[in-house]
């Protein structure tokens, strides 16, 4: 039997300002919240051309819920203006005061905010916590938490800022500290993450080509490797919660690359997939998938089960989306449970070919800025697909639909991603049926 993939689009909302971060809440009274961050370049007026230009953006805030029939899923809760911001992540962990946002923004800061409980005046909002400057005159570009394996001692981020350097920060009774900060790439460091089994490992990406690692406890000027394996500018890593040593990593050379961090002379595999690769995403639960925002190509799944079991060659393609105009820059799991599998259509239930494929497209029925957007499908000739009955709820609790196995006959998530100059957030679901004896890895 071959698998079987679908995905759909649920809801599109115009963030006015170039969308190029989206995440997921990790925390469990949470997971029905969505943060999206923007950034927007301001032009210097005729006449001011020796004026500096600003950059401003915007902090979303979004609970997704659905009640029987009722559309659209997504509500906006909040949206504050900032300066632009290049990344944004929720620690995996809640705090005392509850859900903690990290936002990288332009002014070369970190910033935190706190979620509030829905049972609170005023109900789940984001209110500032603390911040602390990476460096002056640069611009913060990246973050991550120590917290990926949902561990709470010892609570760190590390980000990496337009001038090439790392800083790893403490956060402790409510403020932030720099632990160290160290020049670690000649041009912008474009990425860093933790390794989430060892959070004294961090890793870096740079302009320079080059994937580095770094131990915390040793002298940060000096990296434990450093790889040229990447022929263009590494923009995303990504450190797996599920199996310990495996490393994503993402290019400008349109290549996928995962690692076995005993041995970063030779990566396990090589998937090609036809843009520059801004994000890499694990699925939350799921070893096998990774979720990779492709820039000029769109948005993909794939299945990495061959690679990781010493099959060799590239991973699979298993999902597509691209019902995006633009730049595919953010792009996150969610940890929602869908009750029930994905509803029939009524027309061609079971499409043989892509929207892409077919020369579809998506009729977007605009209703007003920063509001959301109805959307249908159509055929060439303008005749409508119908969407089928109602989706089913959604709940806040994961549930089996959520943890395929090996003995699971379909799955279904929920998605967000969002591109940028079109500035344009999606939140959209993929169904799948798999077929586990096609993803094993041949044995000799």
């Known amino acids: 039997m071959a698998w079987k993939s679908k995905t759909r689009n649920l809801q599109v909302v115009d963030t006015e300002l170039s969308a190029d971060t989206v995440e997921w809440c990790p925390v469990p009274s949470g997971h029905d919240i969505l943060a999206c961050g923007t950034y927007q370049l301001q032009k210097a007026k005729t006449g001011e051309d020796d004026a500096p230009q600003s950059r401003t953006g915007r902090l979303y805030l979004f609970e997704f819920r659905r009640e029987g029939s009722v559309r659209p899923p997504l509500t906006q809760l909040q949206h504050i203006n900032t300066a632009a911001i290049l990344d944004l992540k929720w620690c995996h962990v809640p705090f005392p005061g509850g859900a903690v946002l990290g ?16 049972q609170q005046e005023g109900g789940r909002r984001l209110h500032p916590l603390c911040s602390v400057e990476v460096g002056a005159e640069r611009l913060a570009l990246s973050l991550d938490w120590s917290t990926g394996r949902m ?23 409510g403020s932030l500290a720099t632990l160290s900060h160290w020049k670690a790439h ?34 940060p000027s000096c990296p434990t490797f450093t790889s040229k394996r990447h022929s263009m ?62 820039m000029h190509n769109d948005f993909h799944i794939l299945h990495c089960q ?26 996150d799991w969610s940890q929602l449970a869908l009750e029930e599998p994905a509803p029939c259509s009524p027309v061609a239930a079971e499409p043989k070919e892509s929207l892409a494929e077919s020369g579809g497209h998506l009729r977007i029925q605009y209703e ?30 994961a549930g089996t639909a959520l943890h395929p196995n090996a003995d699971a006959q379909s799955a279904s998530y929920v998605l967000a991603s969002c591109s940028f100059y079109d500035h344009m957030l999606h939140v959209w679901r993929w169904d799948w049926t798999p077929d586990h004896t096609a993803l094993k890895p041949d044995r000799c």
């Open 103 to 118: 936002v990288a923004a332009a002014t070369g800061e970190l910033q935190l905010h706190t979620l509030s409980d829905s």
């Open 151 to 173: 561990e709470s001692s010892d609570v760190r981020l590390v980000a990496s800022d337009s001038a090439g350097c790392i800083s790893v920060v403490s956060l402790a009774e």
């Open 186 to 219: 000649d041009f912008e460091a474009w990425i860093s993450a933790f390794s989430y089994w060892d959070t004294q490992l961090v890793y870096s990406g740079g302009d320079d080509c080059k994937l580095r690692g770094w131990d915390l406890r040793a002298a």
């Open 233 to 294: 500018g590494v923009c995303s890593i990504h450190s797996s919660p599920h199996r310990e040593h495996i490393l994503a990593t993402g290019s400008y050379d349109e290549q996928v690359l995962l690692w076995d961090g005993r041995n970063m002379r030779q990566p396990l595999s090589e998937t090609p997939v036809g843009g520059g690769v801004w994000r890499l995403k694990w699925h939350p639960t799921d070893p096998h998938l990774l979720l990779a925002a492709c």
């Open 306 to 331: 061959q690679a990781l079991e010493g099959g060799g060659g590239a991973s699979r393609v298993v999902a597509s989306y691209t019902l995006h105009n633009s730049l595919a820059y953010g792009a």
């Open 368 to 397: 007003s800025p920063t509001t959301s957007f109805d959307t249908s499908m159509e055929d060439d000739s303008g005749r409508y697909i119908p969407e089928g009955i109602a989706a089913p709820p959604v709940t806040t609790t």
